[in-house]
Nanobody, 124 residues
Framework: QVQLVESGGGLVQAGGSLRLSCAAS????????MGWFRQAPGKEREFVAT????????NYADSVKGRFTISRDNARNTVYLQMNSLKPEDTAVYYC?????????????????WGQGTQVTVSS
């Protein structure tokens, strides 16, 4: 497994932007598929974005497509989530996750390493 630490959350007005970072330590970062998930109060954890081992392929939830961008820097052992045009419904705790492999995956069940989460609050 790999250890993950998220940062970059906060309070932002609707229409604003935030960039989340997830720093990984442990085994070779490029051996892992990375994903971002979120969980709002009273709701189940949901998929947001995922990226393959090299960064050449990504996938997004329909609700964030065109507004969020996932990227990774394997030299820095870090994955990012750039969030633009934020909406109040994006308010949630955002989690970074990792699973050993090469191709991206949208199911939270596929991931075996999780960060502690970072709160994102979007005010209207």
């Amino acid at each position: 497994q790999v250890q993950l630490v998220e940062s970059g959350g906060g309070l932002v007005q609707a229409g604003g932007s935030l960039r989340l970072s997830c720093a990984a330590s442990g085994r070779t970062f490029s051996s892992y598929v990375m994903g971002w998930f979120r969980q709002a109060p009273g709701k189940e954890r949901e998929f947001v974005a995922t990226i393959n081992w090299s960064g050449s392929s990504t996938n997004y939830a329909d609700s964030v497509k065109g507004r969020f961008t996932i990227s990774r820097d394997n030299a820095r052992n870090t994955v990012y989530l750039q969030m633009n045009s934020l909406k109040p419904e994006d308010t949630a705790v955002y989690y970074c996750a990792a699973t050993y492999g090469r191709s991206w995956n949208v199911s939270p069940l596929a991931y075996d390493s999780w960060g502690q989460g970072t709160q994102v609050t979007v005010s209207s």
